[in-house]
């Protein structure tokens, strides 16, 4: 199973062709077998999409699940941990921007 993927111009949201259009859920995707790359040069062409690619993906009874780690990563849609953020800067202590 072959699916195809980019991001969203307007939001940099990552997107999956559903056949007709674009969705933010995987489990929206289907398989785009060998046309996938005539349809991502059409949808590149027409600006829908920026960023795209092919992956490899399985079929599951909850819908598709991308072969790779990365792509599965990627599917689950942005994450944010707030203990990793960077600190402000403290102008107590000097900090200055120049």
Do not use: C, F, Y
Not at 2 to 7: A, K, P
Not at 11 to 33: N, Y
Not at 45 to 58: D, P, S, Y
Not at 76 to 86: C, F
């Amino acid at each position: 199973m072959r699916l195809l993927t980019g991001n969203d111009l307007k939001t940099g949201a990552v997107i999956w062709w559903t056949g007709q259009d674009w969705s933010i859920h995987v489990e929206d995707a289907v398989d785009v077998g060998d046309a996938g790359e005539r349809i991502l040069a059409e949808e590149e062409a027409a600006r829908r999409v920026n960023g795209g690619g092919l992956i490899a993906a399985e079929a599951t009874a909850d819908g598709p699940r991308p072969a790779h780690i990365k792509d599965r990563i990627r599917a689950l849609g942005p994450t944010v941990r707030p203990d990793l953020t960077l600190k402000p800067a403290d102008p107590d202590v000097g900090n200055w921007v120049i």
